[in-house]
Nanobody, 123 residues
Framework: QVQLVESGGGLVQAGDSLRLSCAASGRTFPNYAMGWFRQAPGKEREFVAFIDWSGASRSYADSVKGRFTISRANAKDTVYLQMNLLEPEDTAVYYC????????????????WGQGTQVTVSS
């Protein structure tokens, strides 16, 4: 079992930056892949970013490529999502995810989910 707790969400203006954190506990941290998803009001949950257990392999949704960066600090059992040049379209609840199956690109099917953290970007 893996428990995930997100933090770092909030209300910002367009063009601002925000960093989300996800603290993992349970199974030994470096032994599984992790990622971020988001769900905007009235929309389905969508893939945002993926990072493998070592940090060597990463992928992003086209909508955030070049603006968001996923990273992990295995010594701290934490994964991060650095979000720059935020846009109102980035407004959503952001979910941390772990383990599961990854088939390349945006095809990530996690086993574990966090409770989510709200990010609101005003124009």
């Amino acid at each position: 079992q893996v428990q995930l707790v997100e933090s770092g969400g909030g209300l910002v203006q367009a063009g601002d930056s925000l960093r989300l954190s996800c603290a993992a506990s349970g199974r030994t941290f470096p032994n599984y892949a992790m990622g971020w998803f988001r769900q905007a009001p009235g929309k389905e949950r969508e893939f945002v970013a993926f990072i493998d257990w070592s940090g060597a392999s990463r992928s992003y949704a086209d909508s955030v490529k070049g603006r968001f960066t996923i990273s992990r600090a295995n010594a701290k059992d934490t994964v991060y999502l650095q979000m720059n040049l935020l846009e109102p379209e980035d407004t959503a609840v952001y979910y941390c995810a772990a383990d599961g199956e990854y088939n390349g690109g945006s095809h990530y099917y996690p086993t574990y989910w966090g409770q989510g953290t709200q990010v609101t970007v005003s124009s």
